[in-house]
């Protein structure tokens, strides 16, 4: 798969539903959800970089 191709893959999923949703709307969310995942992988990691006894929360 070369291309953005959900809306091909997930065509009949909702036929009757009054949902619809673009390519661009598409690529957006999986915008948005890359870097949800990224920031969610950096603010796991950070606390890592500091010793227990100087944390905020330890």
């Not at 949703?21 to 606390?47: D, K, N």
Request: overall charge negative; hydrophobic content about 50%.
């Amino acid at each position: 798969m070369s291309a953005n191709q959900a809306l091909d893959v997930n065509s009949g999923v909702a036929p009757h539903a009054d949902l619809e949703i673009t390519r661009h709307g598409s690529e957006w969310y999986f915008a948005v959800c890359a870097v949800m995942g990224a920031a969610t992988l950096i603010f796991w990691g950070l606390p890592l970089a500091k010793p227990p006894a100087h944390r905020l929360f330890h």
